[in-house]
């Protein structure tokens, strides 16, 4: 599975920005997907997931103003980000992941590149 970011920038405090991560490759064995942050001097973060059966997770400190959505036709992981603060500064990156092992699948784990989203104050 291969993953591409699109989407990040600069902001003001309160703005919205959405990002979107185009998705390529076999995912026939992809079990989840994920957003993941990195801000400077800080250790990569969870933002939000969705698993099989469109169970869905936010961060704490993200709820009610993200939202992780995904568009099966267009194969993209969407985030929808509102009221965006300085403090959601970072690196942002697209993930994905196969739990299953069988004769089909192997488990897996694929990164994006990343895109960078900074918001002022």
């Known amino acids: 599975v291969q993953l591409v970011e699109s989407g990040g920038g600069s902001v003001q405090a309160g703005d919205s920005l959405r990002l979107s991560c185009a998705v390529s490759?076999?995912?026939?064995?992809?079990?989840?997907m994920a957003w993941y942050r990195q801000a400077p001097g800080k250790e990569r973060e969870l933002v939000a997931n969705i698993r099989s059966g469109n169970n869905l997770n936010y961060a704490d400190s993200v709820k009610g103003r993200f939202a992780i959505s995904r568009d099966n036709p267009k194969n993209t992981l969407d985030l929808q980000m509102n009221k965006l603060m300085p403090e959601d500064t970072a690196v942002y990156y697209c993930?994905?992941?196969?739990?299953?092992?069988?004769?089909?699948?192997?488990?897996?784990?694929?990164w994006g590149p990343g895109t960078q989203v900074t918001v002022a104050s």
């Open positions: 490759g076999d995912t026939m064995c992809m079990s989840a």
């Open positions: 993930n994905a992941e196969g739990f299953e092992q069988s004769r089909w699948c192997s488990p897996f784990t694929s």
